[in-house]
């Protein structure tokens, strides 16, 4: 399966915006999906994830700001990001752990990436 993040783009801090991971190809089912997010020189670090059940967790530095969310019936994901620093400037990936050859067998699925800038 491959999928395809979109979204990014140049804001104002305060700003908004929502970013979107489509999928495409066979998912028998979707365990966690996660929104990461990378800046030259700097490790992936995760920045909000979602259960199967729908469980949203953050990592502090979002908190209150970014929500995460999914289209269950498409398997997309979202991410909205208020309130936008320019700390937050970065290339943010979409993560699933999916099941795609066999409903059992889960796998490790990452997006392109889209950029985000959040600049004056």
């Known amino acids: 399966v491959q999928l395809q993040a979109s979204g990014g783009g140049l804001v104002q801090p305060g700003g908004s915006l929502r970013l979107s991971c489509v999928p495409s190809?066979?998912?028998?089912?979707?365990?966690?999906m996660t929104w990461y997010r990378q800046v030259p020189g700097k490790q992936r670090e995760w920045v909000a994830r979602?259960?199967?059940?729908?469980?949203?967790d953050y990592n502090d530095f979002v908190k209150g700001r970014f929500t995460i969310s999914k289209d269950n019936a498409k398997n997309v994901l979202y991410l909205h990001m208020n309130s936008l620093k320019p700390d937050d400037t970065a290339v943010y990936y979409c993560?699933?752990?999916?099941?795609?050859?066999?409903?059992?067998?889960?796998?490790?699925?990452w997006g392109q990436g889209t950029q985000v800038t959040v600049s004056s």
């Open positions: 190809g066979k998912i028998y089912s979707v365990d966690r």
């Open positions: 993560h699933y752990d999916a099941a795609t050859v066999h409903p059992l067998i889960f796998s490790g699925f």
């Open positions: 979602l259960s199967n059940l729908g469980a949203a």
